[in-house]
């Protein structure tokens, strides 16, 4: 338990080993969800919505844990989500499905920035536009900025 402690970056791992969830912040709570789901050392990591719930701070700790988790350990990682924005900096390549059917497909920055099916728009036109939000701008910045000096330990508060 230790390890995969360590390996989501709760450390150090005595330190959240016996805590209970709701002694734990949400992104806390989250990474020891994905610790519990390498426990059975997959090859394939299915990842629904896992950042919907989070505060806007958290998710890119997370999202960064999920790249490098699936980089270090070769782990596919299959990202379902509605959120383009949060697809388009996790995924290389964009299935965009409506009603069980594929209605697009390709790299994820031509689905994004050039989407051809009308669902695929109205999910892109959803998408917040940083630019048009001076307060998320600034605190992307901010945590874009954090995430490259270090990778965020288990200590997120929400």
């Known amino acids: 338990m230790r390890e995969l402690l360590e390996r989501v970056n709760l450390s150090p791992a005595d330190d959240f080993i016996d805590r209970r969830p709701h002694e ?18 997959p090859s394939v ?5 896992p950042v919907s719930m989070l505060d806007v701070s ?3 700790g997370v999202l960064n844990l999920l790249a ?3 980089r270090e350990e070769n782990l596919a990682v299959l990202y379902i989500t509605h959120d383009l924005a949060t697809a388009r900096h ?8 409506f009603q069980g059917e594929v209605v697009e497909r390709g790299p994820a920055d031509d689905v994004i920035l050039h989407p051809r099916a009308d669902f695929t ?3 892109a036109k959803a998408a917040p536009e940083p630019a048009r939000n001076e307060r ?4 992307a910045a901010k945590y874009a ?3 490259s000096r270090a990778t965020p330990q288990g200590d997120d508060e929400e």
């Not at 990591?45 to 919505?49: R, S, V």
């Not at 996790?90 to 499905?97: A, G, K, P, Q, W």
């Not at 998320?136 to 605190?139: A, G, M, Y």
């Open 45 to 49: 990591l299915i990842a629904d919505e």
């Open 136 to 139: 998320f701008t600034s605190v």
């Open 58 to 60: 958290i998710r890119l």
């Open 24 to 41: 734990l912040s949400g992104g806390q709570r989250q990474r020891v969800a994905i610790a519990r789901a390498l426990a059975p050392e």
């Open 90 to 97: 996790f995924s290389d390549e964009i299935l965009v499905m």
């Open 121 to 123: 728009k109205l999910l």
């Open 145 to 147: 900025d954090h995430a």
């Open 68 to 70: 490098r988790l699936q």
